[in-house]
């Protein structure tokens, strides 16, 4: 019986804040030799609209590498993640073979030279990914490894509790709470399907001009830049829903 590792997993399950969950995931994985470590929880909302918060110890001038969602969509170990519930020990020859190696000479510099990667692929589209990241070429023996992976999915399996838990909390609400209309809503509701302004117009009966001033009206009033910014915020103040 590892009784560190259930301190870890009993101290990370109950997790007051998402800078604790990082102290805890921090001290688990330098606990295990590793020096770098990050979660992922991610939420698709619509066929169109996925949401990712990010959780990691990762240096500030590596994190917008850390947050490129146009590499990860190349990434090997990301992809793995995304598609599998397998766990996967990584190295330089993972992204050789993916044909991404200079992902890898990229990340190296950083601490992110091999590592171990889980996910979890929950209902009502959530997904959690956890995966400590070593400065080493390798994460270790192919026994020190197998004890590994068996560590991570025991830990990742607390910690993706905790982390779904807080990354769902609502911040307080604004003295000022946005009050976008009701046909407002909608034609942000349609467009985070997917559709086009013209398409949205045609559900709603509006001319595509119509669409694209009441996109505009509910970006000011939620102060956001984008729809898909605005349809985030407006899910999370519970203006609309998603999936």
């Known amino acids: 019986m590892d009784t560190q590792l259930d301190r870890h997993c009993a101290e990370v399950l109950h997790a007051k804040s998402v800078g604790d969950l990082r102290r805890k995931m921090v001290a688990f994985s330098e606990d295990r030799g590793f020096w770098r470590v990050s979660a992922t929880v991610i939420t698709d909302h619509s066929p169109t609209l996925r949401e990712h918060q990010h959780i990691t110890n990762a240096s500030a001038d590596y994190m917008s590498e850390f947050q490129d969602m146009e590499a990860a969509r190349v990434d090997p170990v990301s992809q793995h993640a995304a598609s599998s ?7 330089q020859s993972t992204y050789v073979k993916g044909g991404q190696a200079n992902l890898w000479e990229r990340q190296a510099p950083s601490g992110y030279r091999s590592g171990i990667v889980v996910a979890f692929h929950l209902p009502r589209g959530r997904h959690f990914l956890f995966g400590p990241d070593s400065d080493q070429p390798t994460c270790g023996s ?16 607390h910690a993706q509790a905790a982390a779904c838990e807080l990354s769902f909390q609502l911040d307080p609400p604004d003295h000022d709470q946005p009050n976008p ?5 909608e034609a942000l509701r349609w467009s985070m399907d997917g559709m086009t302004r ?41 203006l609309i829903e998603s999936l």
């Open 181 to 185: 209309t009701p046909g407002e809503l």
């Open 198 to 238: 013209w398409e949205v117009g045609r559900k709603m009966a509006l001319s595509e001009r119509d669409v694209a001033l009441r996109l505009q009206r509910v970006m000011r009033k939620l102060g956001c830049s984008s729809t898909y910014e605005s349809a985030l915020r407006a899910i999370k103040l519970r």
């Open 85 to 91: 519930s397998t766990p996967l020990v990584w190295d």
């Open 142 to 157: 192919a026994a020190q490894v197998k004890r590994l992976v068996e560590d991570v999915i025991q830990f990742a399996a």
